[in-house]
């Protein structure tokens, strides 16, 4: 690698291309090209050279961030269950450098130019179930509640909404799963209870690969709520050292497209897919349903179906289109088959378990291995030791750690160490 002084001269050109970053060992396949259609796409492909986010963090943003804004207006049938477009959507980088924040950014000032409306109901902060429901509460006696139910909640930092919804009298998780679905949502208490009973709840969630893999808990997989988010891998693609346009999109007319697909969606009631993507999702629906269901990814996947549904639905709206085609399908076939790699990049291994993943995290800052006792003195011997040892056990059954026999005097002693990985923790990441 050169190595470049900062005492160097600068370049002849005051402002050089690009540099294109490769893929980490170990990256997921990029999706299919097939997921960057119509409208979606084509503004996608105009902002990505001028940033160095991915283009699929702003293409999932955009799509998530548009059904939040179209409301319940128009859905998708299956039986008496309606799938309205809102969907949950956490971005996935290896490091802080992933440029997660930066991607939003875009989105951002483009959804808001194109409905001012949904401003203020871009929040950010889950914490409780309570405080969800409160946020799209119905006007109640003198309490004028919010006649707009439409949530859009960003969390750039998704970890302590798993680390809240994990706890035993979290409300939040159950509420989420509600929302997700569409369900009246209410707070039953005596002194200030609330109903929300026609919420449009959606989610954009930046987490890491370490914190995801540490706070994804055997409990959120068991109850479902981990597998209604869509989990996208995202990277660095290029460095900029002073930015790219920063209103890539002038002139083109792409925003203006964007509003009128968005006001035209809002009526657009119920959509149906049209005979070719029927035929389409009939073959698919039977290659989904012989998936194999056991392991974590199969957990986080076990929603796919669902998930399909809602991002052709997102994906004929923003086309203009009251039917889904066989073009809407395909992409949307194609993006959930990039979260399911996204999600076995992410987790493949992982035990479900937050203790065994704090060890494993702790055995990888000391890569010549600790001690049984060691490994209690670094967890201050805050954790009893059958949970350190059931947790020991997990890292061993997913392959993550060894363990040797060492000489101590008198009684041998076990040396657990981390396995080695390839690095994914490349510049790019």
Same mark, same amino acid.
């Given at each position: 690698?050169?190595?470049?002084?900062?005492?160097?001269?600068?370049?002849?050109d005051?402002?050089?291309?690009?540099?294109?970053?490769p893929a980490p060992?170990?990256w997921?396949t990029?999706?299919?090209?097939?997921?960057?259609?119509d409208?979606p796409?084509?503004?996608?492909?105009?902002?990505?050279?001028?940033t160095e986010?991915d283009?699929?963090a702003?293409?999932?943003?955009l799509?998530?961030s548009?059904?939040?804004?179209?409301?319940?207006?128009?859905?998708?049938?299956?039986?008496?269950t309606?799938?309205?477009p809102n969907?949950?959507?956490?971005?996935?980088?290896?490091s802080?450098?992933g440029?997660?924040?930066s991607?939003?950014?875009?989105?951002r000032?483009?959804i808001?130019a194109?409905?001012?409306?949904l401003?203020?109901?871009?929040?950010?902060?889950?914490?409780s179930?309570?405080?969800v429901?409160?946020?799209?509460?119905?006007?109640?006696?003198?309490?004028?509640?919010?006649?707009?139910?439409?949530?859009l909640v960003i969390?750039p930092?998704?970890?302590?909404?798993?680390?809240?919804?994990?706890r035993?009298?979290s409300?939040?998780?159950?509420?989420l799963?509600?929302?997700?679905?569409g369900?009246?949502?209410?707070?039953?208490t005596?002194?200030?209870p609330?109903?929300?009973s026609?919420?449009?709840?959606?989610?954009i969630?930046h987490?890491t690969?370490?914190e995801l893999?540490?706070?994804?808990?055997?409990l959120?997989?068991?109850?479902?709520f981990?597998?209604?988010?869509?989990?996208?891998?995202c990277?660095?693609q290029r460095?900029?050292?002073e930015?790219?346009?920063?209103?890539?999109?002038?002139?083109t007319?792409?925003?203006?497209l964007l509003?009128?697909?968005?006001?035209?969606a809002?009526?657009?009631g119920?959509?149906?897919?049209d005979?070719h993507?029927r035929?389409?999702?009939?073959?698919?629906?039977?290659?989904?349903?012989?998936?194999?269901?056991?392991?974590i990814?199969a957990?986080?996947t076990?929603?796919?179906?669902?998930?399909?549904?809602r991002?052709?639905?997102l994906? #004929? =709206?923003? $086309?203009?289109?009251?039917?889904?085609? &066989?073009?809407h %399908? +395909?992409a /949307?076939? #194609? =993006?959930? $088959?990039?979260?399911a790699r996204?999600? &076995?990049w992410? %987790? +493949?291994? /992982?035990?479900g378990?937050?203790l065994a993943?704090?060890?494993h995290?702790?055995?990888?800052?000391?890569?010549?291995g600790?001690?049984?006792?060691?490994?209690?003195?670094?967890?201050?011997?805050n954790?009893?030791?059958?949970?350190?040892?059931t947790?020991?056990?997990a890292?061993?059954?997913a392959?993550?750690v060894?363990?040797?026999q060492?000489?101590?005097?008198?009684?041998?002693a076990q040396?657990?160490t981390?396995?080695?990985t390839?690095s994914?923790?490349t510049a790019?990441?």
């Open positions: 690698m050169t190595t470049l002084s900062l005492l160097d001269p600068p370049p002849d005051p402002k050089p291309a690009a540099t294109e970053l060992v170990g997921p990029p999706p299919d090209h097939s997921v960057y259609h409208l796409g084509e503004i996608v492909n105009r902002i990505a050279p001028h986010a283009p699929i702003i293409l999932t943003q799509l998530v548009f059904g939040a804004a179209v409301g319940r207006g128009a859905w998708f049938q299956v039986e008496a309606r799938h309205h969907e949950y959507m956490c971005l996935v980088g290896d802080a450098r440029r997660k924040g991607s939003w950014d875009h989105v000032r483009l808001i194109a409905d001012p409306s401003e203020p109901r871009v929040l950010t902060g889950l914490s179930g309570e405080g429901i409160w946020a799209v509460r119905d006007p109640a006696g003198q309490d004028p509640g919010h006649t707009d139910q439409r949530l969390e930092e998704f970890a302590s909404v798993l680390r809240a919804s994990s035993e009298i409300t939040l998780s159950p509420t799963r509600s929302g997700w679905d369900r009246p949502l209410a707070i039953l005596r002194t200030a609330a109903r929300a026609t919420a449009h709840i959606a989610i969630g987490i690969r370490h893999r540490r706070h994804t808990t055997s959120e997989l068991a109850n479902g981990t597998n209604r988010v869509l989990l996208i891998a990277r660095r460095l900029l050292p930015g790219g346009d920063p209103d890539p999109l002038h002139g007319s792409l925003d203006r509003a009128v697909a968005l006001r035209h809002r009526t657009t119920q959509v149906r897919l005979p993507a035929e389409l999702w009939h073959h698919a629906y039977r290659q989904l349903a012989a998936e194999p269901a056991d392991g990814v957990h986080i076990a929603r796919a179906e669902a998930h399909i549904i991002l052709a639905l994906y #004929a =709206l923003a $086309d203009g289109e009251r039917q889904i085609n &066989a073009q %399908l +395909t /949307a076939l #194609a =993006l959930q $088959d990039y979260a996204s999600a &076995a992410a %987790l +493949t291994g /992982a035990t378990d937050p993943e704090q060890i995290a702790t055995l990888q800052a000391h890569p010549r600790l001690t049984r006792s060691q490994i209690s003195q670094n967890l201050n011997h954790q009893p030791a059958g949970q350190i040892d947790a020991l056990h890292l061993n059954a392959s993550r060894t363990t040797t060492i000489p101590t005097g008198g009684r041998p040396l657990w981390a396995t080695s390839p994914t923790t790019g990441a």
